[in-house]
């Protein structure tokens, strides 16, 4: 009877293929957390714009704004009334406030507001309609990493669009 000794090369090599495949799948790039933040963030900005405009056909004598602190990486949701004074988060019960960096919620850390057009200042207010209370729609651009996001707000019913890449020139190198 013939004892085996050994593996052979070909046993050996499927092993390590199937290793190899494994630990591909189960370790994803960074590249994907990059990826996955950002667009994250810009479906995370889409949501609270639609419930900015909820809320100003809900309260038509404070209707919401979105107010953006591009030096401290944040924005917060707010009423007209007091732009400064963030709402109560409906579900947190905590201050309406997005904070992306380091020090920011946690799953955007690499997110950055790279740039944002809200028609001259830092603020998009909504009329009582749920429309934007300007004359240009609305646009906030986001970074995560090398991934970038476009957030467009259109003036009318406020709809928002989530697109991958910069695709309106406000300065930031695409």
């Not at 090369?9 to 591909?24: K, N, Q, R, S, T």
């Not at 990826?35 to 405009?53: C, I, K, P, T, Y």
């Not at 944002?116 to 429309?131: A, E, H, I, L, P």
């Amino acid at each position: 009877m013939y004892r085996r000794k050994g593996y052979t090369l070909v046993e050996i090599a499927m092993v390590v293929a199937i290793v190899a495949i494994i630990f591909g799948i189960a370790l994803p790039s960074s590249g994907t957390k990059e990826n996955e933040e950002g667009d994250l963030a810009g479906q995370n900005f889409e949501m609270d714009v639609s419930f900015a405009r909820s809320y100003s056909i809900a309260h038509p004598d404070d209707p919401a704004v979105i107010k953006v602190d591009q030096t401290n990486n944040k924005y917060w949701l707010a009423a007209q009334s007091a732009p400064d004074t963030p709402l109560t988060h409906p579900q947190t019960h905590q201050p309406y406030v997005v904070q992306y960096g380091t020090n920011g919620i946690k799953g955007f850390e690499q997110v950055q507001i790279a740039a944002f057009d809200f028609g001259g200042d830092s603020v998009v207010k909504f009329d009582s309609t749920g429309s934007l209370d300007q004359a240009t729609q609305a646009v906030i651009q986001l970074q995560s990493g090398t991934s970038k996001y476009e957030v467009d707000v259109a003036t009318v019913a406020a709809q928002a669009t989530v697109q991958k890449g910069f695709v309106t020139d406000l300065g930031v190198a695409n």
